[in-house]
């Protein structure tokens, strides 16, 4: 996702990921960490881009022994000659005479510290300050603390997902269409996307393309009175200016605590209940003086409208019914992060061979039905993509000319299993299946423990059941639509279809 080698570290820079609040990594600087610990063990904490660049520059000058990581899925595995272990293999048995950890987190530096601390192993450090005192990275941090001293600007920063997409693009077009005047400036994740920016005068800036894109975003972040946000943090540098954490999703249903939080700086959060706010507080772990705004999210905003055309993006034909499988998230491309220990051959779980796929294939063929699989827009590309017929793949190829929510007001049907995506579907009042066959080999804890309340539909853990869903969806059938739209009720917000509208009247844009 990125084009220049050094990103990694220009990225812990620009993030300001040096300014700790644990003591110990505050002390923690490049002049004392190779005057005190030469010559002893070196372990990276976090198997991520930076850990791994650390490791391809450093790996002759020090004993790099191991890379440690939280994730279970992780442990036995090999990243850049450097085997990974679970911490608590590991730090228990570490003498700080002997050995040493340098810390490769990009946020949650001082929460892995105090999990090393747990162990009673205080010798740490935080990679982010170790490079911070050193070219180029040094000027990288005037330059920030430089722009910070200029007046804001009539500015708003956006970020979501996979560029222009989410509530951050939803809002964006919104303030657009209803001819607000600020200055929009992209940030955006893959430089390709750059050409689909929906209005001419948007500025794009693409941190991960150059080292002067780098710079320009630290510039633009650093003046801008506004900051909208989806899935990863914009930074907010100045007591001035607004952070609005839109989020990634309403209602979820993994525990992402220590994987994803919320940062402190964040001025609002989006909810669309209290009833949601009781279990994503617990996931996310909002600051203590972020704001709740409770109201429909932006992205859902679509879904009150017909007419769409998105699904004559995809098949010329005419079918009697579409079903989405939208899988979640199970190994990222960015980040190094794993959440299930299996392989999907085909990006979805359940079918794990040809023939299988081929089998379900002729089985959408004969009822004239088209299943689409919508993969997550974040999942790495390690499955083979098989576009049959009755069954089409939406993925990085084709993400970006297809709205999935636009889609989702003309599919009939829907597949998932631990993706939010669900209870934006609740909205339209359609059928639901949930995929819990690999439940044992994903990694991550679910935030809900009741999945009978929480799954009003039917629990596949079969092929067989998977035929009997879609067999159902052919006949008309809808076993759940009262339990469903129950839980939408307590879990969406009231259902109007302005959730731009709120937001902007809210926050006064």
Known sequence: MYHFKSYPFWDLIAEESYLYKNPVLRKGTRQKFFKEEAGKNVYLFGCNDACKLFIEENGRKLNIKGILDNSAAKSGSVVSGKTIFLPGDIIPQLDPDKDVIIIAMRFSSDAIAGQIDSYGFHNYYGLALLIAGAEPYSSLIKLSEDAK???????ILFESTDDFDGNSGALYKYLILSNYHYKYIW???NSKNRRISFHKDTVTVCPGYSEEEMKKYILYRAIAKWQFWDNMPIKKVRREQINVF????????????NIYNSPDYVDYVLIPTPAVYQYVSRALCY??????????????????????????????????????WAPTLRESNTFNRLDSDKKYPFGIPLIYDETEMDQLNHFLNKYNMLLIIKIHPRQ???????????????????????????LMTQVDAMISDYSSIVFDYMILNRPIAWVLEDLKNYQIPLLVTDLEKFMPGYKIYSIEQLYGFIRDIQEGMDL???????????????????????????LGV
């Open 246 to 257: 839109l989020q990634h999703f309403g209602m979820g249903y993994k525990q992402v605590r």
């Open 187 to 189: 940030i955006v994740k």
């Open 287 to 324: 600051g203590n003086n972020t704001r709740i705004i409770y109201g429909e999210l932006p992205r859902n905003d679509v879904l009150f409208s017909s007419g769409w055309n998105e699904l004559q993006k995809i098949s010329k034909h005419t079918f009697s019914k579409i079903i989405m």
């Open 380 to 406: 790495k590309h390690n499955y083979e993509e098989k576009n049959l017929k009755n069954i089409v793949y939406i993925n990085e190829k084709n993400y970006k000319t297809i709205d999935t929510y636009k």
């Open 480 to 506: 759940y639509s009262d339990q469903r739209n129950q839980l939408s009720g307590e879990y969406n917000a009231p259902l109007k279809g302005k959730g731009c509208e709120h937001l902007v009247q809210y």
């Open 149 to 155: 001293r200029r007046p804001l600007e009539n500015i």
